[in-house]
Nanobody, 115 residues
């Protein structure tokens, strides 16, 4: 069983940047496609970005060109670089595997974009 710990969230002004980290423990995630998700209260959790084992990435249209997902399998960690943040990016961000049965969700990290 893999556990995920998200970090790096915070309060940022519109146009600012944040880098989220996801540390996986319990087992290696190097053999999994990985994803970053986000959820606003009262809304469904949505996939924001994913990265396959070979490094291919894909993004939701709403973040394309602003967010970059990357992975460091030697550290069992993956990242989400978020640039040019907008108020509509405000949400709790979670990491998990992608394209397979999900593991238990972590606590997430809150991102708030506000002036």
């Amino acid at each position: 069983q893999v556990q995920f710990v998200e970090s790096g969230g915070g309060l940022v002004q519109p146009g600012g940047s944040l880098r989220l980290s996801c540390a996986a423990t319990g087992s290696s995630v190097s053999g999994y496609d990985l994803g970053w998700y986000r959820q606003d209260p009262g809304k469904q959790r949505e996939l924001v970005a994913n990265i396959k084992t070979g490094g291919t990435t894909d993004y939701a249209d709403s973040v394309k060109g602003r967010f970059t997902i990357s992975r460091a399998d030697d550290k069992n960690t993956f990242y989400l670089q978020m640039n040019n943040l907008k108020p509509e990016d405000t949400a709790t961000y979670y990491c998990n595997v992608y394209n397979t049965i999900l593991f238990t969700w972590g606590q997430g990290t809150q991102v708030t974009v506000s002036s």
